[in-house]
């Protein structure tokens, strides 16, 4: 049942959780950025909720509801430690693959030149395979670059 | 209020204890702490959430889904027949520690 009261809860809960989910938004904006985290975070901010419901319940204005449930909320560190979890690190490939490429695609290049100058002086024609395979280390380094921008 | 550092080596008891008892989530916990130690000991929602997440991992307790409430679904927590073990455990490790303590303690004061 939806009273006028439920009303007026609909109305104003967005705005009310559009503050607690700034102030989870901010306590949490070291945290690693996983799928954890998420589901975490979305949990605190149901459950905040509900207090902020609760304690306007009890009477309390909804800005003092939502300040003391946030001021009770108490502090981040042990959760950070648990959700810190060190994950077994992914060595970096990306510097490897972009090396790869470009010795790779010299090799492919160099042959394409010398049967182009070998067998058909005269006419050009290894330039387009020869800009095929540029995409090959152009994508690689586009991944090394992303990768280093990321750290 | 007790000082809760004293506490905080006995958070599962406390939490796990509570979810023996029914499917409980987090929101429901903390009240039910603040209201059986009559606001004596109140748990903050961070140091909770740590908790959970910490014996989720160990498979001591599960989470599901529940019903929708304030326009979010509440998420409940249920212990499993690992955590009962566990729970089992703890409760003879507190009895003696208790009786340790007490040695040092009774007819003090």
Redesign the interface.
């Known amino acids: 049942m939806v009273g006028s009261k439920g009303n007026y809860?609909l109305i104003y809960?967005g705005l009310r959780?559009k503050k607690i989910k700034n102030h989870i938004d901010e306590l949490f904006k070291d945290f690693p950025r996983n799928h954890e985290t998420e589901m975490?975070k979305?949990?605190?901010?149901?459950?905040?909720?509900?207090?902020v419901?609760?304690l306007m319940d009890q009477g309390k204005e909804e800005e003092d509801a939502i300040n003391k449930a946030i001021v009770?909320?108490?502090?981040?560190?042990?959760?950070k430690?648990?959700?810190d979890v060190k994950e077994p690190e992914k060595r970096n490939m990306s510097r490897l693959n972009l090396e790869f490429s470009l010795w790779g695609s010299g090799l492919i290049i160099a042959f394409f030149i010398f049967i182009n100058i070998y067998y058909t002086p005269h006419t050009i024609w290894a330039i387009y395979p020869i800009f095929a395979i540029l995409w090959w280390p152009l994508a690689m380094y586009f991944v090394w670059s992303r990768k280093k921008w990321s750290e | 209020m007790v000082r809760s550092d004293i506490i905080r080596g006995h958070l599962d008891s406390i939490i796990l204890r509570l979810i023996l008892e029914k499917d409980r989530?987090?929101?429901e916990i903390s009240?039910e702490i603040s209201l059986r130690t009559n606001n004596r000991f109140?748990i903050?929602?961070?140091?909770l959430?740590?908790v959970f997440?910490?014996l989720e991992?160990k498979e001591i307790i599960e989470a599901y889904f529940g019903d929708v409430?304030?326009?979010?679904?509440?998420?409940y927590y249920r212990i499993t027949p690992l955590g009962k073990a566990y729970l089992n455990e703890l409760v003879k490790e507190w009895s003696e520690v208790k009786e340790i303590i007490d040695l040092f303690m009774e007819g003090l004061e």
Do not use: C, P, W
């Not at chain 1, 979305?42 to 207090?51: A, G, R, S």
């Not at chain 2, 903050?44 to 140091?47: H, M, N, R, S």
């Open positions: 809860r809960g959780m975490v979305q949990e605190i901010i149901q459950n905040l909720e509900e207090k419901f609760y009770e909320f108490g502090d981040i560190e042990d959760l430690q648990e959700l | 989530y987090g929101y009240q109140q903050k929602e961070a140091t959430y740590a997440q910490r991992k409430s304030h326009g979010g679904k509440r998420k």
